[in-house]
C-alpha cells in the first residue's frame, strides 16, 4: 500500500468509513446501476463491523440472504462463489479471527421494494433496542429510491417526484437526528448520468431535493477503461463536513468477486484529475465565472461569501 492511502486520507476527510462520520447526517452515494451501490455499503458497513461498531443494513432491492453473502465474502476475503466450499475448520478458523477483531454486531432487515417508510425503520429501532438491547452506531439502507415516504402516504394524491424523493430524504435525515447515528443511503443517476464520465449534481435521477438535503453525496464513477483495471473512480459533489474540492476526485481498486475496496498505488492516482472543478449547478457555473474574471481576489479559504 502506498505511503498516502487514498482509502484512509479520505476517511479522515469526509468519513470513508462508516465509523468516522459524523451523528445525525444524511450520506448519499450517486452512481449507475450496475456501478457498484450496494458494494460499496456491503464494504463499509463491513469496516464498521469490523472496528467494533454496531451496523444495522436495511435492504429492500436483494433479498437480506444476498447482502449476508456479499458482507461474509467481504470479511472471510474470500469470493462469494467458494463460501460454500470451505471446510468446517477452515470456516471455523477465519471466524474466529474476525471474531477478535471486533465486539460489534450486525443485523440485516429486509423489507418489500417500495413498501417501507421511515416509520417502519424507527418501530424496527425501537424494537431492536428493547427485545436484543441493540443500537446501531450506523444506519445503510439500500437504497433510498425505493423507499416510501410516510408523510406523503398520509396526504394522499398525485405527488410529483421532486417532491416525493425530498420527502424521503428529510424523514431519512430526520430518523439519523431523532437515533443519533449517521445514515448511509444510494441513489441512482439519471439516464444522461449513467454515460457520463463527469456526475454532477445535476445527474441525481428523480429530484434535486436530494443533494440540497444531503449532508455528504459523492458519485461512483464507471467505464471500460476503469472496469478493465479492476478500478472505479470517486468524485466528491457535497460535503458539509471539510472541503469539497480536497481529494475531490481519485480511484479505488475494487473485488467484485470478494466485495471489497482497496487502495490503488500512487501513480495510478495520476490518471485522476485532483483539480478542483465546480458541479455543473447554476451556482458553480457562476463561481467559476467569477474566478475567470477575479482570480487576483478569489480566496475560497478566505472569502466567506465564496466559501463551500
Not at 468446517?88 to 477465519?94: D, L, Q, Y
Not at 450486525?106 to 413498501?115: N, R
Not at 452506531?137 to 429510491?145: Q, V
Request: a neutral charge.
Amino acid at each position: 500500500m502506498s505511503n498516502k492511502s487514498y482509502l484512509s486520507v479520505y476517511a479522515k476527510s469526509f468519513s470513508w468509513a462508516g465509523y468516522f462520520l459524523p451523528k445525525k447526517t444524511l450520506n448519499i452515494i450517486l452512481a449507475g446501476t450496475g456501478v457498484g451501490k450496494s458494494l460499496f455499503m456491503c464494504h463499509q458497513s463491513a469496516a464498521a463491523l469490523s472496528d467494533g461498531k454496531n451496523v444495522l443494513y436495511i435492504t429492500m432491492e436483494m433479498a437480506e440472504e444476498r447482502i449476508a453473502e456479499r458482507i461474509d465474502a467481504n470479511l472471510l476475503n474470500i469470493p462469494i462463489d467458494q463460501i460454500n466450499t470451505l471446510s468446517k475448520e477452515n470456516f471455523s478458523e477465519r471466524v474466529a479471527n474476525i471474531s477478535k477483531r471486533t465486539n460489534g454486531k450486525f443485523i440485516i432487515k429486509e423489507y418489500p421494494t417500495g413498501q417501507a417508510n421511515v416509520a417502519h425503520f424507527r418501530s424496527l429501532l425501537s424494537e431492536l433496542k428493547l427485545k436484543k438491547s441493540f443500537e446501531p452506531d450506523i444506519i445503510f439502507i439500500d437504497y433510498l429510491n425505493i423507499c416510501a415516504s410516510s408523510r406523503m402516504k398520509a396526504m394522499g394524491g398525485s405527488i410529483n417526484s421532486y417532491t416525493y424523493i425530498k420527502a424521503i430524504a428529510e424523514e431519512m435525515r430526520g430518523l439519523a437526528v431523532e437515533f443519533n447515528v449517521p445514515i448511509v443511503s444510494a441513489t441512482q443517476t439519471t439516464r444522461s448520468g449513467f454515460s457520463n464520465s463527469d456526475i454532477g449534481l445535476e445527474d441525481t435521477s428523480e429530484s434535486f431535493g436530494l443533494p440540497a438535503t444531503a449532508d455528504l453525496m459523492f458519485a461512483l464513477i464507471s467505464n471500460e477503461e476503469l472496469e478493465g483495471m479492476g478500478q472505479i473512480a470517486v468524485k466528491q459533489l457535497k460535503n458539509r463536513y471539510n472541503d469539497p474540492t480536497y481529494k475531490k476526485r481519485f480511484v479505488i481498486g475494487v473485488d467484485r468477486s470478494k466485495m471489497r475496496l482497496f487502495d490503488v498505488s500512487e501513480d495510478q492516482q495520476t490518471l485522476i484529475d485532483d483539480t478542483p472543478v465546480f458541479d455543473k449547478t447554476p451556482q458553480g457555473e457562476d463561481l467559476e465565472k467569477f474566478k475567470d474574471s477575479d482570480k487576483n481576489n478569489f480566496d475560497n479559504s478566505l472569502n466567506p461569501k465564496f466559501s463551500i
